[in-house]
């Protein structure tokens, strides 16, 4: 058995985490920090969990990390740096924040606005795309978990830039988000009278901050500089993304990369030609669904992806990445089936 | 006072149509079709209708229309031809199906699938997209509501090939469409617990019908043939449609071609540059809301637009249009104000 | 005209009141407080309301009440009696609070904890439960409108006290209430991610404080104390309430008690027997429909009665008020038929 | 490893069946009967278990029960008897309708309508709810899943009549019903448009089926006729009852005797007195959290118990039961944690 500690437990990953973690064979939750809930058991700020027993929260200071395996981050960005600096330097983390994502600080910066506080991590840390950075991910001591839109629109579009099988100056990612990835901040757009019945686009033009992330990973691919257009909007419902992608590309070639570069994955489905999924058959999961159909316009396909973002694209991934650093079975715990309806 | 039938009173949009005409200080409902369930009274069929002293539904057949001024239409298309073409010749009548909207009949059967019924009428048919017909509208006997999707889209971007800032080969329409839209039907995919908490991209590539209306209408405009790529999503929301359209050209010129469109529409409010709408500030109302915002690669602008479906999408432009038809002012009743939350 | 003040107009009562006098003919909107986004435009705060042409947010202190004629309050409770008893003494005004309810400023204190800042117009105060005071109402200064619930549970019970056709010792309210009536506030528990998807009891076991209400008003009629239980749960919806009440008596004796009380009653509807009412067919109206069963239990009704907490529960009645207060008709911008779906 | 069939598997409790038994150690899925959809796959069904290897449907009539260890029934009522009367008499059978739930076949008809037409299986039935029937269900053939609102209402008030802790005479249970448990039958009432953003009470006045079960238990229990008052209400959610539960009695001694009788029970938690639960903290799992509070009024006590009419209620209730007649740890493939938000 592993001993795990969770920091950031009283946010909504933190809690995904436990739920997944609840069902793993060879963790053990040990520590659980929260400093603006320290003091507070579980079943007080997350009572789905009351039937487990956890230990109470704590501050982060509180946490002896000697007989600590692993260490969830699910901080806050600009925390989560300061904390993970101030950690163990052989401590195993998988970090779930945006603050190791981007490998040059000079891009954290401009798409975080201040200065990096952990440098030294930074340069060790490895971008946790599982599917894509398996063997880093093995070897490496910190993970940084990516951005839950980031995984989905890479997930769609990764293997056709890898494969050249689309024009890279014309790729448009439309994305429909759930309410869950905002996070538990009390901000009035955020509550059930505002949001719900209602859906609209936000970060439009090129501003969220998961272009960061696609830059880097598409230009780095591509050997050339790529920039997509990505806008999202906040859909009323608490789980998933969907990303519509529009690129010019042979359909079936555009199938055909997807559908070779995630045969033998366990996690992502293509499923068959023209048909499209629907987060409503990935939530509460770890698997992703994509889908490819032509457009009537010749040279051009639509590839729409499905996930859970507190789950694939975030909680799902960190566990699926530590069960890798832990040379556990990638797998373990992430098998549930989807919750539908 | 002008006396009023509805044909199809028992779906949404009749029901939509009713609500509204509640309102109005010129009209009075003297007969409700709808022939499965004639013989029962609207608070049985709708009881949020129920405070209104309405005559009961009866058959069509069993309507008399010699004393009826306008009739509205709002049966499922192929029926509605069927139905038009037997009413009296000189009744005004606004259509609320697809069927009169595709001035040639050959774009009809392709898109429908069903040689046209009722070519006669069709010749005489207007286009009922009201800010843009106004004149025609005003003189027509038989008016063609438009589709939902097709009205929301051409809001955003008519002005936009009419007045030449935008590429006319690179247009792309992602829609969100709320579930009133598939109307009061029987379908698995309609029940609640398939569809809310979940989403999805439908009619994928090209194959969705309003796509008729938008080839028909860009082209004319352009003098050339014009084909955009439209993508709608169903959404866990009752009303709204939102089109994030991306288009090439100069985002400040966009801006412009709309705002000088629309500046005396009563229904139409361009928002602030880089503002962006939201279906629930137009819930229940007649207004269209529209923003502009400039995409980080320079030369290309993102034009979203929102409106209910049911009332500016296809009702309340029925009642508009037969405002305009009974030289009555043509925002009377519709002014009531959105209904948040 | 009427020239109206509406304070607290950033909450959802004061946008409700503002979407309803938009339709009103004989009353114009003067002035907007709201101290926390004095400054801001209506369109900034409530983006619903953009086509209307509305004076900016300003602080109460800024508003010259001179030329006002009627005052709405719609600010928070302990709030509103320091702003009333500050407000000219010759001011109409209609409180939407909780704070003029209460008649026995013992009874205030002891179910809102704070001694009454505003004994003097306490005494003037007029109970705003339309139906059963309109004469006190259409004379009053100073109009009080009840507390949401506490208008649903009357509307279902007054009658069957005051005609005697029930058990006064065992009567049961057991609530659903919808999101809106928690109001804007930065609440965990009201944010979608929690809301959605799940529902419970609250402020259980008596201690709701529209109790405070229902034993006031109950008390008065049956001429001696009658404590009824009461317990509110919040429902995933944004806008109702729904009362199913247990009531010990004949059930055909139960119907007629209210069927001959709001028989020419312009907003209470007491629904066919049997039947039962729902929140979706009052939605954004301000009607309230009653219906009644009987139980296979002997001696046993069930009285359901479900109205619009945002509107009959609040600035609907509020706006009834001020239309008797003004002698203007009573139905006078509140006829519009519910939005349905 | 056991094989096991599942007959109805397009209905929602045959999916979380599936769901269920997808996590389970011990158990094969080998056949999966659904004569409408025979020929599918369950990828075309139910594409939230695409990941799964499942069988094809198959009609009923073409499963060879011969190396079936244990089929779970989830077919509709009346079908269900039908269909168990043919199948082998040494199978064992777990049925999740309502067909053997009343022992006494004249109570089935009053409740049903139609005669039983498995005599001879009804006798051998075992009432399915676990906690009170463990030992009888260890040794069943045929076990007979309770109904979900029953399941609900008896956790709640059981070990009150044991006890004999409340007046028998007057209990009124108050249920709020999530969507799903209508089942995937196309009704009006239940699409989206319908259902969403409203609620209301149906089944009132003690005509619900599932009185029958409470009638035969709680009369059984007390030793003399006991009968409830049981009002269900449609709540725009897709899983989850609640049961809000008026007694009277000493409220400690109400909290006492549940706490006592669930003390060992992995599934049921007594939340601490004062607290109540939510069916957001149960949603997707096979716990039941019970809370208790005093009234006001002395001598009054308020239940209020939450399940996943799915899962405790349903298909997770007939996994426990199972479990036992295959002498399983009870437990097995039901501890995942429920899914929040």
Chains 1, 2, 3, 4 share one sequence.
Not at 44 to 71: A, K, M, N
Not at 204 to 232: M, N, W, Y
Not at 283 to 306: K, L, P, Q, Y
Request: glycine share 8%.
């Amino acid at each position: 058995m592993y001993n795990i500690a969770i920091l950031g437990a009283s946010g909504y990953t933190g809690a995904e985490l436990i739920r997944l973690i609840a069902g793993h064979s060879y963790m053990n939750i040990k520590a659980l920090g929260a400093n603006s809930k320290a003091g507070q058991s579980m079943a007080e700020v997350f009572p789905h969990l009351r039937h487990l027993h956890l230990p109470d929260l704590v501050t982060i200071e509180d946490i002896d990390f000697s007989h600590i395996d692993l260490c969830f981050c699910a901080l806050p960005h600009k925390t989560s740096q300061e904390v993970i600096a101030a950690l163990p330097k052989d401590l195993k983390i998988v970090d779930l924040s945006a603050d190791f994502r981007l490998r040059d600080p000079v891009d954290y910066e401009k798409w975080y606005g201040n200065p990096h506080a952990a440098l030294e991590q930074q340069k060790e840390a490895v971008y946790g795309l599982t599917e894509f950075y398996r063997d880093e991910i093995k070897a490496a001591r910190l993970v940084a978990g990516t951005g839950c839109n980031a995984a989905t629109g890479q997930f769609a579009i990764r293997p056709l830039i890898e494969r050249k099988v689309i024009d890279f100056d014309d790729i448009i990612l439309d994305m429909k988000c759930a309410v869950s990835g905002a996070g538990r901040s009390l901000k009035e757009n955020l509550l059930h009278a505002e949001l719900s019945e209602g859906y609209h686009a936000y970060a439009i033009g090129g501003t969220h901050r998961h272009l960061g992330e696609f830059d880097q990973e598409f230009s780095a691919i591509a050997g050339r500089p790529v920039k997509v257009q990505f806008t999202p909007h906040l859909i009323p419902a608490n789980r998933g993304i969907l990303a519509t992608c529009y690129v010019k590309g042979d359909p079936e070639e555009v199938f055909e990369a997807l559908a070779a570069t995630y045969r033998d994955e366990p996690f992502i489905e293509v499923i068959p030609f023209g048909q499209m999924p629907s987060t409503r058959h990935i939530r509460g999961s770890n698997f992703c669904h994509i889908g490819v159909s032509a457009d009537r316009i010749e040279g051009r396909a639509i590839v729409t992806a499905a996930l859970d973002n507190l789950t694939k694209g975030s909680s799902g991934q960190a566990l699926q990445n530590a069960n890798l650093m832990l040379n556990i079975d990638e797998t373990e715990g992430l098998m549930m089936a989807p919750l539908f309806p």
